[in-house]
């Protein structure tokens, strides 16, 4: 007989209540996996494919080819070279990574720290880094030869901005820089940009940015778990950035930029029938070379801290007393008013006797008896003192607004600066007091608060030679899509017509001829063989002398506290085609010594590319 296992009612309840904790146990973990299956599945589904997908997909970007910029006559500019990257993955890379970044350091010659620091610092991780730009072809060499024990690095070929000719109208041209947070947020740069991406920060490249940057392309690679590309599934080509084309002249620009050698200045041209500027330098000047693939901070630091600020457009920013060259706008001002005529006379001793000084003239013994065309061919204080106080100051800033003094020229550069022609109710306004006519005398010979920057001295001078047209000064021509389409057309632009006296302007004009082509004009260093030039010389106080210089004497006056010299010429004098602007700081000789031979070189450069018939 067999035997049996009689279970108490106790042991029976126990058994029981175990297994429907059991099934409860089991129904809820039943249940979280239902929870959890359907929050993979459905909830979730959507974004944990594409997480998916990210992880075994990456997208190599290929950067679009920036767009060359052109002179005039099709010579280029700005355009691109073949430089080498080096990328690294450090997923691929594994447990290598620590020993191949030390090989790399070594044979570079870089701070192993720096290129650490540059793979901890990237965010996403699977994705390559770019951790070497712009590798030489030794380097190249090298690390192609050490390949197979450098797992999850890559040399790529890719195209840098090049500007073929350095320096050479860096303040034209502009330079690149790494784009900031805000100018990502701004509506022009909108989805088309990323951090790390290099835009226009100056002069063109800035002024043209969306124009040249093209669009952006690249390729979806399929990768295996350690992230290496084993097939490309999908492709989207690059569509490389416009063309653009100037109005400047190379040669031009070259001439200009050699005239004003090494000093510090500006030289800007402009053809005055339509408003292109065809030469522009500033002085110190940068080369964007430098700046093509991010500066480092360092170098940054010491561009920016360099008191001679070789970033500034000194033509278009640069803010100067305009010396004698303000003194055809006085006399325009008090022929037009009636306030001088041609007959008018002054007899110049060296000095005008007013109020408790003598205001002096640039030459010690005077000029004698002198009259209007004289006046401003050997450019007498004396006459202008009298004039201006004739004329008076409101009259004379009426006239030099007029003619595009004292406001901006509407150039298309970033930075440009207003200058100032003062009145009598500007300085109540900014000094609580009246105008003295003391400072009528200063104003008349271009001094105490009257300034202007080059360009603006350049429209003034093209307004009164061309018959009134204001013109706005246009840099770019023309820009063409790299199959040849005109994209847009920058047609000449006049901004308003001023009324002159016609035989008032011709009285000026007169005398502008005269200071060059005059055997006593101050400007007769400009002067041509077989072409009259135009022209007026300008001296310009930074501080002012209480004794006359003898010769020889400026080198021992501090640098800053030197003389602007300044020159601005026509050619030829009769009918302009060409309105040449020379600055130079702290020259400490007169304009007609300094900036007269080069805007002369100016000039004899642009006869021998055009040739003398066709002025």
Request: hydrophobic share 40%.
């Amino acid at each position: 007989m067999r035997g049996q296992f009689i279970t108490s009612g106790k042991e029976e309840r126990d058994i029981r209540t175990r297994l429907r904790v059991l099934l409860i146990l089991a129904s809820v973990l039943f249940g979280f996996l239902l929870l959890r299956l359907w929050t993979l599945q459905i909830h979730g589904g959507t974004d944990y494919r594409l997480r998916s997908e990210r992880n075994r997909t990456l997208f190599l970007e290929v950067k679009a080819l920036r767009g060359r910029i052109y002179d005039r006559a099709g010579r280029e500019l700005a355009g691109n070279r073949a430089a080498f990257d080096l990328f690294v993955n450090r997923e691929a890379a594994g447990s290598a990574l620590r020993e191949s970044l030390d090989w790399l350091a070594s044979t570079l010659r870089i701070d192993p720290a720096e290129l650490t620091k540059r793979v901890e610092g990237a965010a996403e991780r699977g994705r390559e880094i770019l951790l070497v730009a712009d590798l030489t072809w030794p380097q190249v060499v090298e690390i192609e030869a050490r390949a197979r024990d450098l797992p999850g690095f890559e040399i790529r070929h890719v195209f840098v901005r090049e500007y073929p000719h350095g320096s050479l109208a860096a303040h034209v041209l502009g330079h690149l820089g790494e784009i900031t947070d805000r100018e990502i947020a701004a509506e022009r740069f909108a989805y088309r940009y990323r951090p790390g991406d290099l835009v226009g920060k100056l002069g063109v490249e800035r002024q043209e940015e969306v124009r040249l940057k093209g669009v952006d392309g690249g390729e979806l690679v399929e990768v295996d778990a350690l992230g290496q590309g084993r097939s490309v599934r999908d492709r989207v080509d690059s569509i490389a950035g416009d063309e653009v084309y100037l109005a400047i002249d190379l040669d031009l620009q070259q001439a200009a930029e050699e005239a004003l050698g090494e000093y510090a200045g500006a030289v800007i041209a402009m053809d005055p029938r339509n408003g292109e500027v065809l030469a522009l330098v500033s002085r110190p000047a940068f080369d964007p070379n430098a700046f093509a693939r991010g500066l480092p901070r360092a170098t940054w630091e010491q561009i920016t801290g360099d008191p001679m600020k070789p970033l500034q457009n000194r033509a278009i920013a640069g803010l100067y007393a305009p010396g004698s060259t303000f003194k055809p706008f006085v006399a325009l001002a008090g022929l037009e008013s009636g306030r001088i005529t041609l007959a008018s006379a002054a007899r110049c001793k060296g000095e005008l006797p007013f109020g408790d000084r003598a205001w002096r003239c640039w030459k010690e013994h005077g000029h004698g008896r002198v009259q209007l065309h004289r006046a401003i061919a050997e450019s007498c204080d004396v006459f202008f003192y009298l004039a201006g106080l004739n004329t008076g100051i409101d009259l004379i800033a009426e006239t030099a607004e007029r003619l595009g003094l004292g406001r901006r020229t509407g150039i298309e550069l970033l930075g440009e600066r207003a200058g100032l022609v003062p009145t009598r109710e500007w300085k109540q306004k900014v000094y609580g007091v009246p105008w003295v006519e003391g400072e009528t005398l200063s104003v008349a010979i271009g001094q105490s608060f009257v300034s202007v920057t080059p360009a603006q001295l350049m429209v003034a001078y093209a307004t009164l030679v061309n018959g009134g047209r204001l013109f706005r000064p246009r840099i770019v021509s023309r820009v063409v899509s790299t199959d040849g389409r005109r994209v847009v057309d920058y047609p000449s632009e006049q901004l308003y017509a001023v009324e002159l006296d016609e035989a008032s302007a011709a009285l000026v004009r007169d005398g502008l001829k005269g200071v060059v082509n005059d055997p006593t004009g101050t400007g007769w260093r400009a002067r041509l063989k077989g072409v009259e030039a135009g022209g007026k010389t300008g001296t310009a106080q930074v501080v002012r002398m209480t004794e006359r210089l003898k010769p020889g004497q400026e080198e021992s006056v501090p640098y800053l506290h030197r003389d602007h010299a300044w020159f601005v010429g026509l050619l030829p004098a009769d009918d302009p085609h060409l309105v040449v602007v020379v600055l130079v700081e702290h020259a400490g000789q007169g304009g007609g010594t300094v900036a007269a031979p080069m805007a002369r070189a100016v000039f004899e450069r642009y006869m021998a590319t055009r040739g003398a018939a066709a002025l």
